[in-house]
């Protein structure tokens, strides 16, 4: 698929993790930075994670520093977020974007 496919969410309690995966085709994905953003109700959207093509360089923000981790698997053609220790406010859905292509998103429910 040329655009990314995302999986992995799901209805956590606070304090669970989960895991997001990202696909897509191409010699594109495994060469490019990859990122994953979150849109939260009434929020705008924001940055999660980031990862270069060679996966040496990653990037929070402060709200997820510590809890998620972004790894690539680029024989796979791959891309996940892990997440731990996570609170309400992860809430969201959570999309996975590479060179301008969007996936469909993945939702995150966090409760309390």
């Known amino acids: 698929q040329v655009q990314p496919v995302e999986s992995g969410g799901d209805l956590v309690q606070a304090g669970g993790s989960l895991r997001l995966s990202c696909a897509a085709s191409?010699?594109?994905?495994?060469?490019?930075?990859v990122a994953w953003y979150r849109q939260a109700p009434g929020k705008q959207r924001e940055v999660v994670a980031e990862?270069?093509?060679?996966?040496?360089?990653?990037t929070y923000p402060d709200s997820v520093k510590g809890r998620f981790t972004i790894s690539r698997d680029n024989s796979k053609n791959t891309v996940w977020l892990q997440m731990n220790s996570l609170k309400p406010e992860d809430t969201g859905v959570y999309y996975c974007?590479?060179?301008?292509?969007w996936g469909q998103g993945t939702q995150v429910t966090v409760s309390s």
């Open positions: 974007v590479s060179q301008g292509k």
């Open positions: 990862i270069s093509g060679g996966g040496i360089t990653t």
């Open positions: 191409g010699v594109w994905f495994r060469i490019n930075t």
